[in-house]
């Protein structure tokens, strides 16, 4: 695996969150708060932790990644591209008719491993993955990454029953902790109340990290995979938009992409930030 330091992982989550913003852009619509809120998340599990091979996507002994929270696709779509899964140039064509990167993902482009988007099916599929790798005798890790209004959803729970129940411990749960959803703040819309305890109530082991701090959230998963006889989910305390400082922590930015002098300005945040990354 390409290993990179954890300043060129930083420069790699900013690189990506330009990309992000460039497809939004051209797109003319998608999701940005969200897209911008888990791309160190998925820098860290990526470029650190993922057992994966571009170039045989479905190698039967990979890790699965599994993006429940579907509308956030833009930054796994970019760090695929990244990754070399597929050429950078498709990351243009997001959203378009015909195109493989379809507002939300679906089965057949290379490295999506569910196609989603109505929230809450992601864990109970990593359930099944997880089952059926036990089954075959095939050590894989399965990770899903949620939001954290997606929690909101009760197949949600079920999906949390099960996997404490069967002891998967190859299941590993992310939640893009950013406090906002779709029209507000999740403790104004259906509050979640603590992660951490609700988790650890459900027979999980929880981990909670700043969702920005790639080393952080390396050392998070590193820890996950030691712990035998229960699931983890990590809990990374994200902020919506990140990177955008007028996009940051406003849910009118959840399904909303950049115009292009939007666009601009946020670039040059971005490239401010790139170059304070010595
Ligand atoms: C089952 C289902 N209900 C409603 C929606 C509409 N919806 C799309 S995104 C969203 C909010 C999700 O909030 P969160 O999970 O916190 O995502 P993030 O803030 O990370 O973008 C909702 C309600 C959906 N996609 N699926």
Partial sequence: MERLNILELDKKAIEIRKDVLKMLMIA??????????????LVALYYHKLKNDPSNPLWNERDRFL??????????????????????????TLRKLGSQLQGHPQIGLAGVEISSGSLGQ????????????????????????????????????EAAMTAAHYKLDTVCGIIDCNKLQID??????????????????????????????IAGLIDAFDQAEKVKGKPTMIIAHT????????????????????????????????????????
């Fill in 28 to 41: 003319g619509s998608g999701h940005t708060g969200g897209s911008l809120s888990s791309v160190d998340i």
């Fill in 67 to 92: 993006l429940s929270k579907g509308h956030g696709c833009p930054a796994l779509y970019a760090v695929l591209a990244h990754k070399g899964y597929f050429s950078k140039d498709l990351l243009w």
């Fill in 122 to 157: 992601g864990l109970s599929i990593a359930n099944g993955i997880a089952l059926g790798l036990r089954m075959d005798k095939i050590v894989s890790r399965v990770y899903c990454l949620m939001g954290d209004g997606e929690t909101n959803e009760g197949q949600v729970w």
């Fill in 184 to 213: 507000g703040f999740c403790c104004e819309v259906k509050d979640p109340g603590i992660h951490k305890h609700k988790w650890q109530e459900f027979g999980w082991n929880a981990i909670e990290v700043n969702g920005h701090d």
């Fill in 239 to 278: 902020v919506k938009g990140k990177g955008v400082s007028f996009i940051e922590n406003k849910a009118e930015w959840h399904g909303v992409s950049p115009k292009k002098e939007e666009y601009e300005e946020a670039i040059r945040e971005l490239d401010e930030a790139l170059n304070t990354i010595k």
